[in-house]
């Protein structure tokens, strides 16, 4: 038997909690024998949901709490004022505990991402830690961004640690060899901002497969299997794609509205939603922040429980990866050089 | 009798010249009576297309050239060494002639926004041109986007100077009182990076209608007539656009495969063909540089005709917005307070 090491789960915070959470863990639980969760969030409500669901009893552990740090809290001071947080105490809890790999929470992004950074530090030389999401591509192949969000105003050297921990990720996760662009408003050497510019001729020089700069038309092409940015132009590609996603589902609808009933509401409905699903659940699935000591992972505010269950099933799997060392020496080597 | 203009088109720039812009010309001549046109191309090949449509003879003036500015050629390189290209004899055109009003190119684009820069001059006090695309939006109105590529490294007056030009170019287009944003990755006053921070608090004491932060996934809400942003955010928004269109293409492909063939073919694919005309034809139709003396429009590479019409109309009613007096004036009205 392989050891059973767990995922710890805010079941608090997001607009979906605790219900997507609860459910996830169950799809979750299915899915990866070898796990077992730890779930932060109100005792009498977890209980009551896994008196339904008896034959997991045994494989998850309450931590009660029902503070959440809210949405529009200021992400420092509510890490600071509110000890007994989901977020705060999920965090203590992946840092202190041996058997715990990772921490994933709905809640307050903010709050998440500094409270990491307080409550469980960057890995050694790591300048800035990235939040990562994957995005579908058009081929069967996924696309890491990074960063949408943790870094404004980010220097060169920023960037080259992100592309150096998305070519030790990627490549824990089995990929060979990863191809890593750099975003930019056109693919030759002499455009782009004075960021994009410095950051090509260092990145160059690093020992990855760097592709060369990316348009943001190119991000879904399956072409690159990670796309490094600072994050707020990564923030800009990634909500512009919920964006246009939502555009397109509405204008779907209205070119829906002269079918027939059956083949409007039987047939292409259903297809539509599926696809609709596919696309957000890669897209808004877990984004995990890549730099801390232990993977912490963002799920969406208003997360479905597949997209819960995706994330724990990801975050329990990069527990073998020894992220922490892995990444640490790949900054070691190129400051050696 | 109103009188007659004329707007400048370059026949040669671009994949689908001359053929999309010489359909589209016939289109715009049809469409607006007191427009006449200056086509800048191969004299042989306007003169044959218009033997066919002879009764249009008498409103085109053709100028002959076939010298192109190649997509991959250094823009002030190729502006300073190619005076007899399509772009710069129709910048010189629509710069010497007072009775042309706008200038329609499909071709390289740094060499359209340099040599507009060069040949035409900037507005008295506008420190940088913006170049503007119109997107669609869920709704029926509209929304302005600027800048999309022109300005590397913005500082925050040159996003002021960008908010003004958008507020008198839609007055001028006939919209009351226009929503204009600043393009953040929150809608939190403190939220984003130092450029956004600082024009933030100038866009304030604007006298215009500033809406405030908008985050990219608004910006097909038609919440907002116009999202300020600086070039590299811009185009990162407008490509990410292209990009997330084909992949929903891509998808919706794949969903119709399993649909009985009649469904697919006859009911379905026209629609959706129709769907995607609308989106890539308002999104990558005209994107006009605003701050220059006389306006320059930039249409995609692959502009169908529609397109190119769309532009040619668009730049016909410009004519009449006095946008030189007009810009120049709002930008010294702030510098004088």
Redesign the interface.
């Known amino acids: 038997v392989e050891k059973v090491t767990k995922v710890i789960l805010d079941v608090l915070g997001g607009d979906t909690a605790p219900n997507a959470q609860l459910m996830g863990a169950i799809k979750a639980l299915k899915q990866e024998p070898e796990m077992n969760l730890v779930l932060v969030g109100n005792k009498q409500v977890i209980d009551a949901f896994f008196d339904k669901h008896a034959e997991f009893k045994s494989r998850i552990e309450v931590v009660h709490t029902t503070t959440n740090i809210e949405m529009?809290e200021q992400p420092t001071q509510a890490i600071r004022n509110k000890p007994d947080s989901a977020i705060v105490m999920g965090l203590e809890l992946v840092r202190d505990r041996k058997d715990c790999v990772g921490f994933i929470s709905a809640g307050n992004t903010g709050a998440l991402m500094t409270g990491a950074i307080m409550k469980i530090g960057r890995i050694a030389g790591v300048s800035r830690p990235a939040l990562c999401p994957t995005f579908?591509?058009?081929r069967e192949r996924k696309v890491l961004v990074l960063d949408v969000?943790a870094n404004?105003?980010c220097k060169p050297i920023n960037l080259v640690h992100f592309a150096l921990m998305a070519d030790v990720y990627l490549k824990q996760k089995g990929l060979e060899n990863p191809r890593i662009g750099l975003?930019n408003?056109g693919t030759?050497e002499e455009k782009?901002?004075?960021l994009?510019k410095e950051t090509f001729q260092l990145l160059k020089k690093m020992p990855i497969n760097f592709a060369g700069h990316v348009?943001?038309?190119?991000?879904?092409?399956g072409d690159y299997d990670a796309i490094i940015?600072d994050?707020?132009?990564g923030?800009?590609?990634?909500?512009?794609?919920?964006?246009?996603?939502?555009?397109?589902t509405?204008?779907?609808k209205?070119?829906m509205k002269?079918?027939p009933a059956v083949?409007g509401k039987l047939?292409?409905a259903p297809?539509?939603l599926?696809?609709k699903k596919?696309?957000h659940e890669d897209a808004a699935g877990g984004a995990i922040l890549l730099g801390i000591k232990k993977p912490v992972t963002k799920i969406h505010g208003n997360a479905s429980p597949t997209t819960v269950s995706n994330a724990l099933v990801l975050s329990h799997r990069t527990g073998d990866m020894n992220l922490e060392e892995k990444i640490g020496q790949a900054l070691k080597d190129i400051s050696a050089d």
């Open positions: 529009n579908p591509t058009v969000g404004m105003d975003l408003l030759e782009g901002n004075e994009t348009e943001a038309r190119e991000t879904f092409s940015t994050g707020f132009a923030n800009v590609l990634l909500k512009s794609m919920e964006g246009c996603g939502k555009l397109y509405t204008e779907l209205k070119a002269g079918f083949i047939i292409l297809r539509l599926k696809m596919r696309l």
